[in-house]
């Protein structure tokens, strides 16, 4: 907002031989604008990616609900593969979706 009231400023005073000027700020301006961009790609992607973390999370808390469920049962093999197999495997997912999140939110940040 500042660059863009400098720039509408130095555009009157062109005529004055602050040409220089002017194109500093513009290019200042372009700058900002492109880092904004990017960052607003970034927070939008990891809102995203928030979204979808959020939902391994249920799905693991799903998965635990179910091989209690089967142990209750007596489906042993149905508590193992779920307990022993998918729980482990949506638990290293979570955890690569955490770290990736991590990154992306530590590069907006920056």
Known sequence: MQHEIELAALAKEKA???EGAAAK????LAELRE?????ESAVAGGEGRDHGLQAKKAQLEQL????EQATRRGDLQKAAEISYGRIPALE??????EKR???IQKRAST
């Open 16 to 18: 004055q031989g602050l």
């Open 35 to 39: 880092r904004s961009k990017v960052h």
């Open 101 to 103: 999140l991590a990154q």
């Open 92 to 97: 290293r997912e979570i955890a690569e979706a």
């Open 64 to 67: 635990r609900a179910e091989a």
């Open 25 to 28: 700020v513009e290019q200042e």
